[in-house]
Nanobody, 116 residues
Framework: QVQLVESGGGLVQSGGSLRLSCAAS????????VGWYRQAPGNQRALVAV??????TYADSVKGRFTISRDNAKRMVYLQMTSLKPEDTAVYYC???????????WGQGTQVTVSS
């Protein structure tokens, strides 16, 4: 069972940038999907960005500002966030699914707070 550990969250001013990192304990080669989700207080967890096979998908609210990437050799998944807005404030979670019908694995989350 893979373990995921996120890091890189913090407090940043509006317009600033952060890079989130997700370290996986197992291989992420030939994986079905890796991605980032976020959950703000009172809201459901929502997709931010995912890489499914070779297709990358972003939530409309982050297109042009966030970039997801992966380093298979290092077993790392990243989320580069720029032009941050207060509405980006949330706990960000890393997600991995090895196969189409496989289980979802989640990290513990990292808090991102954007001040206005």
């Amino acid at each position: 069972q893979v373990q995921l550990v996120e890091s890189g969250g913090g407090l940043v001013q509006s317009g600033g940038s952060l890079r989130l990192s997700c370290a996986a304990s197992g291989s992420i080669f030939n994986i079905f999907r890796v991605g980032w989700y976020r959950q703000a207080p009172g809201n459901q967890r929502a997709l931010v960005a995912v890489i499914t096979r070779d297709t990358t998908t972003y939530a409309d609210s982050v297109k042009g500002r966030f970039t997801i990437s992966r380093d298979n050799a290092k077993r790392m998944v990243y989320l580069q966030m720029t032009s941050l807005k207060p509405e980006d404030t949330a706990v960000y979670y890393c997600n991995i699914r090895y196969s189409i019908q496989g289980d979802d694995y989640w990290g513990q989350g990292t808090q991102v707070t954007v001040s206005s």
